[in-house]
């Protein structure tokens, strides 16, 4: 590492101003900054900084999102392997759903980072760290026989029209990855529904067996139908099945143990708001609990409990809701905010069926209203502070 760092001291001053390469100061900064902690001091005004930066941050959440992934790329296998009725060891499925979801990485981060380069070439800014979360997120929200050429295009429209128009990294109004997952539902519907796009086949869904159903449960359940199966004569879901993860869906979003681990890590380090995580919970709970009672079909009647762990539920609650620049920042205001993403998630899933998930939407249409949500939260602790002061005067 010191003779990289050297490396790098010497090859600076072409990229500072006046040097050779100055035009590309922004690049290389980047680079530098992700191989190394900058050395930048404050010279004026405060010079305490906290040492949890932003690249710390974005680290944390990757790190987070590690069993999601993990457990994504072997779920991706093993749902082929099932589909093609063959008997495969641990390894051999772990490395077809490895081969299946690199690829979809790296499209999302190539694309997303050079569009960012070219955003901070422009402007002469720093790149900023902020899509080292997005470029994730994006693959592990997707199917797993998505096209390639569309998480690109999503990719695109999501940092561009969901970021940059905005003025960047902080700025952004709505969860990037949100918005590349909802530009193509809207733009793209085939392919992101349907049965087969939840099961990776070898070359866009060949390989899989006539007659094998792939589709999620949210899927079947918005079809109204009383038992979850995965196509397969005799073999039905459980709830167990439900929350370690074993059932067709997007890469990530399958297995709420996985998520409930990055969740102990986000709380943990205090990079995740455990006051967002739980209001989402509860919101999605007494949704599901008021739809119980007034149940008039079987949607209606699934256990709120099972809505839980079904489709993104889990996934947004953990890693999107808790987006600290598109979500609520007063203490009050998370609360309300995450209630309502989990309250309202739960019924557009259930009385829209055009929108079996719903978490996606609900984080989008929250994502606007956490400003306002922010905005009554401070009126009203400065109207009860006036009143203290009143009383005291009297």
Do not use: C
């Amino acid at each position: 590492m010191k003779a990289l760092r050297n490396y790098l001291n010497k090859i600076k001053p072409n990229f500072e101003k006046g040097g050779k390469y100055q035009k590309l100061q922004s690049t290389f900064d980047a680079f530098e900054s992700f191989l190394f902690v900058p050395n930048k001091v404050t010279s004026s005004g405060t010079h305490i900084r906290d040492a949890m930066d932003m690249k710390r941050t974005m680290t944390v959440v990757v790190l987070a999102m590690i069993p999601a992934l993990l457990f994504g790329i072997w779920n991706t296998g093993y749902h082929h392997f099932l589909s093609v009725g063959v008997d495969a060891g641990f390894w051999e499925i772990v490395w077809f759903g490895f081969l299946k979801v690199l690829p979809i990485i790296v499209v999302s981060y190539v694309t997303g980072l050079g569009i960012e380069f070219v955003f901070a070439q422009i402007r002469g800014h720093e790149v900023n760290e902020g899509f080292l979360v997005s470029g994730m997120l994006i693959p592990l929200v997707m199917p797993a026989d998505v096209p390639l050429w569309t998480v690109a295009v999503a990719t695109a429209f999501a940092v561009i029209i969901g970021k940059e128009v905005f003025g960047g990294t902080g700025m952004n109004i709505m969860n990037p990855a949100l918005t590349a997952r909802a530009f193509l539902f809207f733009a793209y519907p085939s392919k992101m529904s349907g049965d087969l796009v939840w099961t990776a086949g070898l070359q866009g869904g060949e390989g899989v067996v006539d007659g094998f159903s792939g589709s999620t449960i949210l899927g079947q359940a918005a079809a109204n139908h009383t038992e979850f199966t995965n196509g397969l004569a005799g073999h039905s879901y459980s709830t167990w099945d439900m929350f370690l993860g074993t059932i067709p869906g997007s890469i990530g979003e399958t297995s709420t143990l996985a998520i409930l681990l990055g969740a102990i890590v986000l709380i943990y380090t205090g990079v995740g708001s455990w006051k967002i995580i739980a209001s989402v919970f509860a919101g999605g709970a007494l949704m599901g609990l008021l739809l119980n009672i007034f149940a008039v079909n079987n949607y209606m009647a699934l256990p709120f409990w099972e809505h839980l762990i079904l489709g993104g539920f889990a996934f947004g609650a953990v890693y999107m809701a808790t987006d600290p620049v598109t979500a609520s920042q007063t203490a009050r205001g998370k609360w309300i905010y995450g209630f309502l993403i989990g309250f309202l998630a739960i019924l557009i899933r259930v009385l829209n069926p055009a929108y079996p998930e719903g978490m996606m939407m609900a984080i989008l249409f929250m994502n606007v209203f956490a400003p306002l949500i922010d905005h009554y939260v401070v009126e009203s602790n400065i109207k009860r502070r006036l009143k203290r002061v009143k009383v005291h005067a009297q």
